[in-house]
């Protein structure tokens, strides 16, 4: 087992945690509306020097017994601190050929910058991939990221990689519009703000769950700050709303979560505290 990777288990589910690298982020980025200071307190008391945070991508496999199920492809090829997925899943012994479903929760670079080869075809060539139909529709159609509250650069990006892998899928492309089961185990849950139809996945097996919130939460500092929200989500009121709502859910239920930049491998617990909430990541070392 590598740092990369992270085995376990979901009921009779096999589950890996892959790493697809790392990506440092001005700090401000995600929290855009946090007063300076007080931001500045807050990540000194997570141990973070202010000025650049580096997030982890992290990407999730499932294997049903029927089904490998990729979720999300990373940034694939072209950024140097990333793209290390598919190396991370060989060293697990998969091939892209074993994968027979990628769901992708949403179309933000980081999620979908795997889809494609070096030659602009699908790098799973034998799967089915999923996605909302309203994802879909905004990132083939002139997205208008006008409103969406980060760089310049960054939404130049997104546009960039969204024209050069998603267009390419559309031959194995399964689209979803409402809370259905893409495999048995695997239902699709609507978490719209951070995107239009960005996507969480409910996973289980016999009386165990799993919670795959993608970017409903971007930073484990957003569950103690409800209120701060990143420049990269497209409608920051309603992906608020999505938010209290999840981490409500999450933390009744006291499901185990796993969330795409939380520290690797992102798997956790959320408690409830006062009006807020904390992460409690589950132990990975002996
Ligand atoms: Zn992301």
Not at 169 to 190: K, M, N, S, W
Request: hydrophobic letters at 40%; glycine letters at 8%; aromatic letters at 8%.
């Amino acid at each position: 087992m590598s740092d990369e990777s992270f085995p376990f288990e979901i009921g009779n589910f096999g589950c890996i945690a892959v790493s697809d690298g790392t990506f440092a982020y001005p700090d401000h980025s995600f929290f855009v509306n946090a007063p300076k200071e007080r931001l500045e307190q807050i990540l000194r008391e997570h141990n973070i020097q202010p000025g650049e945070i580096t997030i982890p991508w992290t990407c999730l496999l499932i294997n049903t017994g029927q089904h490998r199920v990729l979720v999300d492809t990373g940034g694939g090829a072209g950024v140097p601190s990333a793209g290390k997925l598919l190396r991370n899943l060989q060293a697990e012994g998969i091939e892209p050929l074993d994968i027979d479903t990628v769901i992708l929760t949403h179309g933000h670079p980081d999620h979908i910058g795997g889809n494609t080869d070096a030659k602009g075809k699908p790098a799973f060539p034998n799967a089915r991939y999923v996605m909302w139909k309203d994802e879909w529709e905004f990132w083939t159609s002139e997205p208008d990221l006008a409103q969406l509250q980060s760089a310049e650069e960054f939404k130049q990006i997104m546009l960039m990689v969204a024209r050069k892998n998603l267009p390419p899928i559309q031959g194995q492309l399964d689209l979803v519009d409402r809370e259905t089961e893409i495999l048995p185990g695997i239902q699709a849950i609507a978490v719209p703000g951070h995107t239009p139809g960005h996507m969480a996945l409910a996973i289980s097996s016999g009386s165990e769950q799993l919670l795959y919130i993608s970017d409903a939460v971007l930073h484990p500092i957003h569950l103690e700050q409800p209120d701060w929200y990143p420049g990269f989500d497209l409608v920051p009121e309603q992906a608020m709303a999505t938010r209290r709502r999840l981490l409500d859910r999450v933390a009744a239920e006291k499901v185990l979560v796993i969330a795409s930049h939380f520290p690797f491998p992102g798997l956790g617990h959320v408690i409830q505290k006062g009006e807020a909430w904390q992460w409690q990541p589950i132990e990975t070392m002996g």
